[in-house]
């Protein structure tokens, strides 16, 4: 569905991400994960053609990425990030709305959109009226995930969607998130920095450090037969973290 050949971008003397393939399968979950700095979100800005890539190219379902056909592939991917990115002065019908409201689409074939969405997400539809501080994390989240989803799109983007959220909160809809994703088959890229999260969503895992894919496979593979020792040590300093914490 999704692939780079030797995508790279750099900022200055930083590279944010090193000359990179990669591929999304139609229809699975993968996870990128890496610490802060990392390139994940590089990563997803790139395939969403918001940041041009220094070398390489994207081929989104069979079509090579160019700036003329960039906002029409751009409509069939969601996008989902940590802070959730809504409107505060629009409300979430409208925050909901935004993509079909530019799409130029009445109330007629939004409003039963915006009902199927409020179902699959879980969000009262006696909240659409209200502003994003009216709502809380979780259901801000909803309304983003809710927007993303609007058009439908083949491809959905998640940049660490749970990242703001406490914890509570982030396990359930991480639960809700992944029956969403098995119910719609759609094909996923989430990105996280954290390694139950990632074990969570994943059918596969991608991990990144220093710009550079250090490893790419399934979760399972990446504690049995790690690639390299940074994959080890960034286990296993999630787990002391968990262990010292209990
Ligand atoms: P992650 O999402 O994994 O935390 P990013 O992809 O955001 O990592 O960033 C990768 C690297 O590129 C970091 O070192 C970051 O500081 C740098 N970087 C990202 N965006 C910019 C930018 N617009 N200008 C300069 N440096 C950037
Ligand atoms: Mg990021």
Redesign the pocket.
């Known amino acids: 569905m999704i692939c780079l050949r030797q995508v790279s971008?750099r900022?200055?003397a930083?590279q944010?991400?090193a000359p990179t393939d990669l591929e999304f399968e139609a229809g699975r979950t993968a996870v990128l994960i890496?610490?802060?700095?990392?390139?994940?979100?590089?990563?997803?800005?790139i395939i969403l053609g918001l940041i041009e890539p220094d070398t390489g190219e994207v081929e989104f379902d069979g079509v090579r990425m160019q700036p003329e056909n960039l906002l029409e592939l751009r409509r069939r991917m969601g996008y989902v990030i940590q802070d959730g990115g809504l409107f505060p002065h629009l409300d979430a019908r409208h925050n909901a709305s935004l993509l079909a409201g530019y799409l130029g689409w009445d109330l007629a074939r939004s409003e039963p959109r915006l009902r199927e969405l409020c179902a699959l997400t879980h969000f009262p539809e006696d909240a659409l009226d209200r502003f994003p501080a009216q709502l809380s994390g979780g259901q801000r989240q909803r309304v983003s995930l809710m927007r993303a989803l609007m058009l439908d799109p083949a491809v959905l983007l998640l940049?660490?969607p749970l990242g703001a959220l406490d914890p509570m909160i982030r396990a359930e809809l991480q639960t809700d998130l992944r029956e969403i994703f098995r119910a719609l088959g759609k094909t996923v890229v989430l990105?996280t920095?954290d390694i139950g999260e990632a074990a969570f969503f994943g059918d596969r895992v991608t991990l990144?450090n220093e710009?550079a894919i250090l490893q790419d496979g399934p979760f399972s593979e990446l504690l049995r037969a790690p690639a390299d020792p940074f994959v080890t040590r960034f286990i296993n300093a999630q787990r002391s973290v968990l262990e010292n914490g209990a």
Do not use: I, N, Q
């Open positions: 971008k900022y200055g930083t944010a991400l890496g610490s802060s700095g990392s390139g994940k979100s590089t990563l997803l800005r940049d660490e990105v920095h990144l710009g």
